[in-house]
């Protein structure tokens, strides 16, 4: 069911995504072990990694999924203990990765073979899936949340990629959850600055399809929604899958057009407030151009350089730096002739108040 609010795990929920999946596969086929999958919350990152990786153990690739969200509410200072035990019970158990193992001679697994203990030793653990033979998918969803390690823990993934050449590491996350906070990959201290990433983008559904993922999703409840309501629904709430979905499912629950559009309004800027915010703490100047471009834009749609310079008064090079991060994290989109827009309605509505 296409208005079903978890995360899809099966391809065949998936409403579009193909290419996606297939660069997905061609990476892995091509042996790449570090792959992003980034976008903005509620685009559907979660339900395109287990739908994929699902999909993939047909090619006989083997994932473990750690859930960083669980990682870190238990001990969001010392996340290595989740991380160990799921990759562990993954190889003890009688999952994928498990039937893999149970092949690789010489290997025997018991409870007390290994003494996770307190602090667990990751490198012990990884090394252990290593010895698979093929290569093993380990994702970290939502990987942002992993930052709030006390140990950095991008030193221990920068020497995954070197050493273990049977483990593929996948993160998903918001771009700048992920690249900025986290794994850091433009700061030339990181431990993985320079590593080369596979980086899947999933883009904001068009206006087609997002009215044919309404289309579909009222076809399998039954209902049959007038398409004034839809077109309303699709310019205010823009091409995120989640928030359509929440559109849908409040619908189904007998809200009118009204009351959903509302309610899923006010979440959707909830949760831009709360992604704009990590980029925020990098440099308040970003929320000024996003304001200034918000204000200059009326009636036109979009703002001139020149006066986005003059509203923020920062000098041309640092404005085209912070327009150029606001642009590759999605936030802003180039109109042509020196003019930038805001391309999320939701997003223009946030920054306009
Ligand atoms: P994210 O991990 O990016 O926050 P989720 O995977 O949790 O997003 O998806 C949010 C909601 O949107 C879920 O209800 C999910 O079922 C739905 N969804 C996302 N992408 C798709 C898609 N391509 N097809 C069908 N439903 C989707």
Known sequence: MLFDVRPKTSIRELFGRKAEYLVFRDALKRGRNFILITGPRRIGKTSFLYASLNELVGDGVPHIVIDTRAATSLNSRYPHRVIAEGVYKALLGRSVVGSVLSKVKGLKLGPLELDLGD????????????????????????????????EDLTRFFAWVLDALQNVVLVFTGSQVGILE????????????????????????FNPSESLEFLERGFEEAGRNPNDEELLSTIRTLDGIPGWLVHYGASRIDGLTHEEAIER???KAMAYVMSEFRELSRLSPRYELVMKAVAGLSEGIGSARLEDIRETVSVDDR????????????????????????????VMYRVFKR
Do not use: C, M, T, W
Request: charged share 25%.
């Open 264 to 266: 899923v309004l006010e």
């Open 318 to 345: 640092s404005l085209r730096n912070y327009i150029n991060r606001l642009i590759d994290y999605g936030f802003l989109e180039p109109a042509g002739h020196g003019k930038y827009r805001i391309p999320d309605p």
């Open 181 to 204: 906070s986290f794994l850091r990959l433009y700061d030339g201290s990181s431990p993985l600055f320079g590593r080369y990433e596979v980086r899947i983008r999933l883009p904001r």
């Open 119 to 150: 602090k667990p030793d990751l490198v012990e653990v990884f090394s252990l899936l290593n010895r698979a033979g093929s290569p093993v998918v380990v994702a970290f969803d939502e990987a942002q949340y992993l930052r709030f390690s006390n």
